[in-house]
């Protein structure tokens, strides 16, 4: 920008320390890009003052709500969010400007002692509500011919960590991104396999979001975008939508991608859908070429179609019918 006394452009941000963190990094980023001066405003958010159970409040756009309509009402310029909060339908009026570069997508284990999951004894406490986490964690146990009971907690990452601190809990288990963000990842005693355990569809990616008639600021923000994760997130999105599944259903899925520098690159996409007893998993995979041409998310959004159709064939509509826990 050439503008010699600019405005500062206001970044909406829940006050959660996860959220302060996401937003200060984008912030550094968009004063970069823009040189403008980006000045944080708290919003309160439905999901940082509820006392209920995340399932029972429909899901994660509670986060997400009252950020959007600061958007639409001009009180702030752009948000970030958690991409794994987003809703999958993206409003006509709002821009997902940038899809910064993802941080680890994978789950941890935050253990006494430095347990492994594996290393939990039977019966081990192991706090977690989301019927994702439950689903797999459950059913990695029963592989190992074990029981683990999941305990549903919620509150902040402090407030999770501190259930193993004062041995309420033999373990928890939090997004390696959020853990990295606040500086505490050095207390994951285990980082989960996606082998064993997929992500929520976007988690460790970050969502940057202003109004869709502020072109010019979203031409700016994109620059903060990273195509590859903007194509891997579109495709596990895009796979959790044709699921018909809301955010809190059992629904865990993860790209990669495989750069090479050429024309194409080579895309595998994995989900899982289970009942939350893990004693039913529905797990498939599909890969696909990617052109270079990452701006058009034909590929991607067809992979996640065709990867929740081969899904659905194959049982997944009856375990999401499982909503409550
Ligand atoms: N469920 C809430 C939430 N939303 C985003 C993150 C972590 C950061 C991310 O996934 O990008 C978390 C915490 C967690 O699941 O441990």
Redesign the pocket.
Known sequence: MTDSNPRALRLGTRRSK?AMA?SGMVADAVREVTGRPVELVEITTYGDTSREH?AQIGG?GV?VSALRDALLDGTIDFAVH????LPTAQPAELALAAVPLR?D?R?VLVARDGLTFEELPDGARVGTG?PRRMAQLNAWARSLGRQVETVPIRGN?DT?IGYVEKGELDAVV??A??LS?LGRIEEATEHLSSDMIL??P?????AVECAAHNAQLAAQLAELDDPFTRAAVTAERSLLAALEAGCSAPVGALADLQADGQAVTEMRLRGVVGTTDGSTLVQLSTTGHVPASLGDAATPVNMGRELAAEMLAKGAAGLMGERAL
């Open positions: 996860l996401q995340l994660t986060f958690s991409l794994k909060d941080e997508p789950d989301s990452i999770r939090l997004a991104a959020g963000r992500p929520a976007g988690q460790g990616a970050l």
